[in-house]
């Protein structure tokens, strides 16, 4: 008895994929794989400094609620560079210092929060405001100490003052954070305080020499 002739699909199913055919695929399969990887680190790069940026604002805004709730000032205080992780805290009883119990906030390891070396900083040009930042912050703190860095008045807004007893005048701020990469490119972001006490979060976009800060 002759057995029964097998249909077109059945054939082709038994035939199945050549090892030829196999490789093209395997060979696209990485191709493709290899352009998105790039594409989906550099999207989790730019998730992380963004959440960093947004949790120095949230320091910001902190500590100027706390200022205006206690009828004083407080300033916030960024870790010195080379310290990793970098931090910052509100420093709570004016030594300049960020001790125990005070409020404090750490960023990942590949975050400074620097605006040394930015090659296209926000400064007071970009912004139409007076800014100070850290590198050349003047603030004394409560226990008359130079410690430089951002406070905020019994009023909720930015000030600087070059001795405790000296009035907190009112300016602007800018801090920028930078993002080192595995690849060796660096990430911007920056937030900024208007003399009125608006902070913003900020971010550079490069662009064949002509980046922008949104």
Same mark, same amino acid.
């Given at each position: 008895?002759? !057995?029964a #002739?097998?249909?077109? /699909?059945d054939l =082709?199913?038994q035939a199945?994929f050549t090892l030829?055919e196999l490789?093209i695929v ?5 191709? +493709?794989?290899g352009?998105?990887?790039p594409?989906l680190?550099r999207?989790? &790069? &730019?998730s992380r ?6 949790k120095?604002? =949230?320091?910001?805004?902190?500590? %100027?609620i %706390?200022a205006?709730? &206690?009828?004083t000032s407080y300033e916030?205080? +960024?870790s010195p560079?080379?310290?990793?992780p970098a931090?910052v ?5 004016g030594?300049?210092?960020?001790? =125990?119990?005070e409020?404090?906030? %750490?960023? !990942?390891a590949?975050?400074? +929060?620097?605006?040394?070396?930015v090659p296209?900083?926000?400064d007071?040009s970009?912004?139409n405001?007076?800014?100070?930042n850290t590198e050349n912050?003047s603030m @004394?703190?409560q226990?008359? +100490?130079?410690?430089p860095?951002? =406070?905020w008045n019994s %009023?909720?807004?930015p000030?600087? $003052?070059?001795?405790a007893?000296a009035?907190?005048?009112g300016?602007?701020?800018?801090? @920028?954070?930078?993002?080192q990469r595995?690849?060796g /490119?660096v990430?911007? #972001?920056?937030?900024?305080v208007?003399p009125?006490g $608006?902070?913003k ?7 064949n ?5 949104l």
């Open positions: 008895m002759k !057995p #002739a097998k249909s077109g /699909e =082709a199913f199945g030829a490789l395997v060979t696209i399969i990485l191709i +493709v794989g352009l998105s990887i594409s680190s999207a989790i &790069d &730019d400094l963004k959440g960093a940026t947004q120095l604002a =949230a320091v910001y805004l902190d500590s %100027r %706390r205006t709730q &206690d009828n916030v205080l +960024v560079q080379g310290i990793i931090q805290c509100i420093d709570l009883d030594d300049g210092n960020c001790g =125990a119990g409020p404090v906030t %750490r960023f !990942p590949q975050i400074a +929060v620097s605006n040394v070396g296209v900083p926000l007071s970009a912004l405001y007076p800014v100070a912050s @004394h703190s226990q008359d +100490v130079l410690a860095g951002l =406070a %009023r909720g807004l000030c600087q $003052r070059s001795s007893s009035p907190c005048l300016t602007g701020w800018v801090q @920028h954070l930078q993002m595995s690849n /490119e990430l911007y #972001a920056a937030v900024t208007s009125t $608006r902070v979060t900020w971010f550079y976009v490069p662009g020499g002509n980046g922008q800060w």
